[in-house]
């Protein structure tokens, strides 16, 4: 058998390798990383030549160890942006789920102060909240919103009402930069782009594999930097789905956990969204506010 030279090699083990993988995908930005790697590694060992051999031998055993549509096994192969867009691309196919949030909030003190249950089907646009309130006046009471209308019910006065939900307008682009990401795709963009979310590694949440995504800093106004100095969240997410499963949001005012479920949108998750007033409740002419009662306290 004649002798190959490096090209020769390179050529062959690349045809060879096309073969075998034919329709097979890399993860994300997989190439770019092996590439900055054997840039790195050409310069010390000094075998620029090697590069096709070396490159073409990395790319077939990654996508042989990772299948497409899951992360790469290697964990420094794992990267925020990797991450953060497959969640993005998770979180855009939520309206396929009902969406289960249970949240807790403990104030500076560590005291329990609040517990909040909310469900909501983002196809219809439908959402339910049942609110615990426990500093202060303890309260207790639910909230139904249907598009911009909405139901509440106090189960403390045993009374209810409707009233119309008016939208907020956006924030300013630049306002944006400095508060933490919510849970959907642009907000996850951002705070990638931002250089304030990075990823901390795999975890395991209730006895299930997660990665681990934090955010540090907040408003970076003078006045605010003393409150910012507390403020991170802290994001774990499945790791084969991608969804969020877990929360933690700590603020100069306390801290709030979120735990995540996602649903499928049967007759009975569907069904957690309705709140009708139970017998005996007393519906108001109004919504009650601090300059008009409606009735609520008699």
């Known amino acids: 058998m004649t002798a190959l030279d490096d090209d020769q090699l390179g050529r062959l083990l690349g045809d060879r390798l096309h073969e075998e993988m034919h329709q097979m995908t890399a993860p994300s930005g997989l190439i770019e990383t092996l590439h900055r790697r054997n840039k790195r ?20 055993a990654s996508l042989a160890f990772a299948p497409q549509g899951t992360a790469p096994e290697t ?23 009902v969406q289960h949030e249970s949240s807790s909030h403990e104030g500076r003190d560590g005291k329990a102060a609040s517990m909040t249950e909310l469900w909501s089907d983002p196809t219809t646009k439908r959402e339910r909240q049942d609110n615990r309130i426990f500093f202060g006046d303890t309260r207790s009471y639910t909230v139904v919103l249907d598009g911009s209308n909405a139901v509440e019910l106090n189960h403390d006065k045993k009374k209810w009402w409707t009233y119309e939900v008016t939208r907020l307008e956006a924030l300013d682009s630049n306002t944006v930069q400095s508060l933490p990401p919510a849970l959907n795709p642009a907000d996850l963009r951002r705070a990638v782009e931002s250089g304030k979310l990075t990823l901390v590694g795999k975890e395991s949440i209730d ?6 995504l934090q955010w540090l800093g907040g408003p970076d106004s003078a006045m605010d930097k003393a409150k910012a100095a507390e403020e991170s969240m802290q994001i774990w997410v499945d790791a084969e789905s991608y969804l969020p499963v877990r929360l933690i949001h700590k603020t100069f005012n306390g801290t709030t956990t979120s735990n995540y479920e996602w649903l499928p949108r049967t007759a009975g998750n569907l069904g957690k969204l309705e709140a009708s007033p139970p017998a005996g409740y007393t ?15 008699d």
Not at 47 to 56: E, F, M, S
Not at 207 to 212: D, L, N, Y
């Open 207 to 212: 006895g299930k594999p997660a990665v681990h």
């Open 75 to 97: 964990p420094d192969m794992l990267t925020v942006g990797f991450v953060a867009e497959r969640t993005g691309a998770a979180l855009a196919d939520a309206p396929g789920y």
């Open 41 to 60: 590694r050409n310069r010390a060992l000094g075998i620029a030549g090697a590069v096709p051999v070396i490159a073409a031998i990395a790319l077939g």
């Open 283 to 297: 519906k108001l002419s109004c919504a009650p506010n601090p300059a008009k009662d409606c009735g609520l306290n």
